[in-house]
């Protein structure tokens, strides 16, 4: 079974940083890109950041570009997502999810895998 856990979240306050991490099981994502997305209240879930096979690829949503870094290590089958300056419009689920695609991809129909989720919520 296939299994992608995220941990890392929490209640923060504007201009802190948080370090997400996901962990894969069940199959190897080292072939994989990987991603993150999050979802806040009433909202649908949006791209955040992406990340090829390589890691030497990446992508991310423009509300996040200069404040988030994506890694990823594939010794370990896992993916970050390294949060600076946080802002309340930050606050939302953050949702870790691994592609059959190799290269980087932004769409969340390309997205086979899916964790739980991980609450990140950013104070004013």
């Known amino acids: 079974q296939v299994q992608l856990v995220e941990s890392g979240g929490g209640l923060v306050q504007a201009g802190d940083s948080l370090r997400l991490s996901c962990a894969a099981s069940?199959?190897?994502?080292?072939?994989?890109?990987m991603g993150w997305f999050r979802q806040a209240p009433g909202k649908q879930r949006e791209f955040v950041a992406a990340?090829?096979?390589?890691?030497?690829?990446?992508s991310y949503a423009d509300f996040v570009k200069g404040r988030f870094t994506i890694s990823r290590d594939k010794v370990k089958n896992s993916v970050y997502l390294q949060m600076n300056s946080l802002k309340p419009e930050d606050t939302a689920v953050y949702y870790c999810?691994?592609?059959?695609?190799?290269?980087?991809?932004?769409?969340?129909?390309?997205?086979?895998?899916w964790g739980q989720g991980t609450q990140v919520t950013v104070s004013s």
């Open positions: 999810a691994g592609s059959a695609y190799s290269r980087v991809v932004v769409g969340t129909s390309e997205y086979d895998y």
């Open positions: 069940g199959r190897s994502f080292s072939n994989s890109a």
């Open positions: 990340i090829s096979w390589r890691g030497t690829s990446t």
